[in-house]
């Protein structure tokens, strides 16, 4: 799927940047790839439901990507461009937008592809009968319909930015679901799409195996076939990837640089490295008193030593984070407050805002309450332990006593999370493609339910926000989120910690990996091997 | 005794009608809800769109209501829909991978009792030589080593480095065009690891078990009678003592079931494959309350039939154990 989903992240998949890949040299570097061959990709957990918007999880999506396609997509430079649709148009006012599709694309049953087809898909997801968790994309459409065959439609109340990415959600057959219930339909477990790849088997719990589409729209892709098999433990997969049972993998920061340093695997194995599409973040709850002058905030960014951290989580593996966007997006604003690491001034600002060390006990009070406060974060993701463990030891020694409490997932997200019931918390974020940032900075957004955990309140961010869902000229709501990044850095709901890199290595024998702002995975279906390196 | 076991049997029902209820009131108290799963933390999620699902899922309806439809399902063998994206039946998902557990099981509980019982035997009667030492401290090792640790680094060895075995997984990406013999192999190959690291662990504390209760029967009188009566020592050991000193080990065995069932969670994630124990662990952490309650009656089932079997077993080795 490639619309902008931006869920809490534990595992960053394939997210990248324009780095100079890590890559040696290939011996036959100029041979073109032929037809033929296998990927088998590795996957943390296997595929829930195959009909995308049913599925929330990456595994889905990372086959369902394969299978179907959407009327848009993001390429390499993450600009929208056409997928299904041919061209699209959108109206000056940015109310409406006019897609025309590609003539004589077939579903993989061999009926072709119509504007009917879409008009059913969003008919489907709208349908409040349909379990979907997208359907809150499509909230600000009007009206939406197949004006001709290949003439796709659709009509907003009011102008609305982020929506023509929106149109990244997979097209569904509508001759295969229509009148049908969708969550009985066999397609959730053999999809029929549009796409470079049909869908061939599913051994639950174990692999999903594609073939290639001879008919595919763009031509057919050079591999016979993906397999995405489920590997569970992260250590299991690095060593099948060892012995090459695996052509595609993610890997974690200490299997990248420690254990992938090997001839074994560099030999056989091109390591890539990009920023990934999320950020870590310190926030701060601004309701506890605690927070609410802005020197004491200020301090703590000051006294957290974010080099220092990247270095010792993510073995250099990421770069610092000044605000909600990575730094190789067009939407980034680096001339923002930075907040280098400087204890000294730290204490600056902490005297100044009246606390001081009376007890002698090493930690700053004020009106004889000390500056102490806990730290929440969950269990299962060390990088955020280790981070929360380093803070400490920094805001120790400018006279702050955090103590870090570390939750099961669920528990710290119902029980502590939503009901704002926390001091500070270690959290990431992932960064969607489209810079609009309501959901999480928007005032309106502080109700339990709401992902303003942090309870952020500026009416110039709220009036900024609004306004960039509204502009659809590129260059004015760049300076708009610009803007926004400022106001950020200068109110500090949050210390911005780290975008770390995504880590995947791919078999040599496949070309065609080109690392672009998009990731690696963006034109997976067209690697390919070379006759001679085939190796399935 | 067809009387108690009927009693038993019939004793069983409002067992497992107490385990159902139990555990699905303290499932349902952890927090978190299978949608949030799905929405949790997700910008794009509208207050409807949660409820929405909820209602999908029965999740708006009071709790004593949910548990008395669950339970009507049940008495026809339905344990319903999964909460999880896929929604397939719960038995279906069950289905299709309880074999492979209970065949890794029972093989590694069969290679379990070949291997502890000569093994606690030659302790028992070895004591005090090299050979028991080293075969103690052999054991206790292997008792001690975390079964992860173990399966890692026996797929390092055999998987990576010689080569012999696969890495992980059940069949090899080949596997459909292979003829049933070869079949066989790939499988057997698939499953040497996984059979031994869930039985290297059992082998160690069951020979112990075996070794102390041999070495208290070996203290009995009529142990002593039957030397006193000049019966060669081998026949003693094998017909008087052994049998005796294998009464306690049934119960353990039995008791074992859950054990073996919760082990599987981790050597099956390790070696990636598709059984329940994997299934499990997803669905606890998906909070998938059907497939887990499917999975905890299967459990606790086999947990019963399990002890029952302990107590049949009880009676076939000491005639003296009646039951009314």
């Known amino acids: ?536 | 005794m067809f009387y108690y076991l009927s009693r038993r049997i019939i004793a069983m029902i409002p067992v497992l009608f107490g385990i159902t209820l139990i555990s699905f009131f303290i499932i349902n108290l952890a927090p978190g809800e299978p949608t949030d799963m799905q929405v949790e933390l997700n910008p794009r999620i509208t207050p409807e769109i949660i409820e929405k699902l909820r209602k999908h899922y029965d999740l708006d309806k009071p709790i004593h209501v949910r548990y008395i439809k669950w339970l009507k399902n049940l008495a026809t063998l339905d344990f319903g829909k999964s909460l999880t994206p896929d929604g397939r039946n719960v038995m279906d998902k069950i289905k299709e991978r309880i074999p492979l557990t209970i065949t890794i099981n029972l093989i590694s509980m069969f290679i379990i009792i070949i291997f502890s019982i000569p093994l606690g035997v030659f302790v028992s009667t070895h004591r005090g030589t090299i050979r028991e030492r080293l075969t103690t401290m052999l054991s206790f090792f292997f008792y001690s080593i975390p079964s992860f640790w173990l399966a890692i680094v026996l797929i390092m060895v055999f998987g990576v480095y010689l080569g012999w075995l696969p890495v992980s997984g059940l069949k090899s990406l080949h596997y459909g065009s292979l003829s049933s013999v070869q079949k066989f192999f790939d499988l057997a190959k698939h499953l040497l690891l996984p059979i031994l690291v869930a039985s290297v662990g059992g082998i160690a504390a069951f020979s112990r078990y075996v070794s102390s209760n041999f070495d208290d029967v070996i203290k009995q009188e009529y142990i002593l009678l039957a030397r006193a009566k000049g019966i060669p020592e081998r026949v003693i050991l094998k017909k008087h003592a052994l049998k005796n000193a294998l009464i306690p080990v049934i119960t353990i065995l039995g008791l074992s079931v859950p054990g073996l069932i919760s082990g599987s969670v981790i050597f099956e994630s390790i070696f990636a494959l598709p059984g329940m124990g994997q299934l499990l662990y997803q669905s606890v952490m998906a909070r998938d309350y059907p497939t887990i309650m499917g999975m905890l009656v299967i459990t606790s089932f086999l947990t019963l039939i399990g002890n029952l079997l302990a107590d049949i077993g009880y009676m076939i080795a000491d005639p003296r154990i009646k039951y009314r």
């Open chain 1, 1 to 536: 799927m490639r619309t902008t989903i931006f869920f809490l992240c534990f595992v960053m998949f394939f997210a990248c940047k324009a780095d100079k890949p890590v890559s040696v040299s290939n011996k036959s570097g100029n041979l073109k790839p032929d037809y033929g061959d296998m990927l088998i990709e590795g996957s943390i957990g296997d595929a829930s439901n195959l009909i995308p918007f049913l599925a929330s999880d990456s595994a889905s999506h990372q086959v369902a990507d394969l299978v179907y396609n959407g009327l848009v997509k993001y390429d390499e430079n993450l600009r929208i461009v056409g997928d299904l649709a041919e061209s699209f148009t959108v109206s000056k006012d940015g109310m409406k937008i006019v897609f025309k599709l590609r003539k004589g694309v077939k579903w993989h049953d061999g009926k072709e592809l119509t504007a009917d087809d879409c008009e059913f898909t969003y008919k489907l997801i709208t349908n409040p009968e349909t379990p979907t968790p997208y359907s809150g994309d499509f909230v600000m459409v009007k009206n939406a319909y197949a004006k001709d065959k290949y003439t796709f439609v659709v009509e907003y109340k009011e102008p609305f930015a982020p929506a023509i990415s929106s149109w990244g959600v997979s097209i569904v057959p509508k001759h295969l679901l229509e009148g049908q219930d969708v969550t009985k339909s066999p397609l959730q477990r053999s999809p029929i799409g549009t796409g470079p790849f049909i869908f061939k088997s599913w051994q639950q719990g174990e692999k999903i195996e594609l073939k290639y589409n001879d008919e595919y729209f763009e031509g057919r892709p050079y591999l016979n076939g993906v397999v995405f098999r489920v590997i569970p433990d992260m250590a299991t997969m690095f060593l099948e990837l060892k012995s090459e049972n695996v052509d595609f993998s993610a890997l974690t920061p200490v299997q990248y640089e420690r254990q992938a340093n090997t001839k074994k695997i560099t030999e056989k194995f091109n390591k890539y490295k990009y920023l990934a599409f999320a950020y870590t973040y310190f926030g701060f709850n601004l309701k506890k008193d605690l927070f609410k002058d802005v020197r004491v905030r200020k301090a703590i960014a000051y006294a957290i030593d974010k080099k220092e951290i990247i270095k010792g989580v993510l073995l250099g593996l990421g770069e610092e984070a000044t605000g909600p966007y990575k730094p190789d997006m067009e939407w980034y604003n680096g001339n923002v407050e930075r907040y280098e690491f400087n204890p000294e001034y730290a204490k600056k600002l902490l005297a100044e805002a009246g606390y001081e060390d009376r007890d002698g006990d090493g930690v700053l009070e004020k009106n004889g309450k000390p500056l102490r406060f806990t730290v929440l974060t969950n269990q299962g993701n060390d990088a955020r332990i280790k981070t929360a463990e380093i803070i400490q030891r920094r805001l120790k020694n400018v006279g702050i006593d955090m103590k870090i409490l570390v939750l099961e997932w669920a528990a710290f997200i119902k029980e502590f999370v939503s009901k704002r019931r926390f001091d500070a918390l270690i959290l990431g974020w992932t960064i969607p493609q489209d810079p609009d940032l309501f959901d999480i900075w928007h005032s309106s957004k502080m109700d339990a339910r709401g992902l303003n955990h942090y309870s952020y309140s500026n009416p110039e961010v709220d009036r900024l926000l609004e306004l960039g869902r509204k502009t659809v000229d590129k260059e004015k709501r760049r300076k708009i989120y610009f803007k926004v990044q400022e106001i950020l850095a200068d109110d500090v709901p949050c210390v911005f910690l780290y975008v770390p890199y995504a880590l995947p290595v791919v078999h040599k024998r496949f070309r065609g990996v080109s690392p672009m702002p998009a990731g690696i995975a963006y034109n997976k279906y067209k690697w390919g091997v070379p006759r001679i390196e085939q190796k399935y």
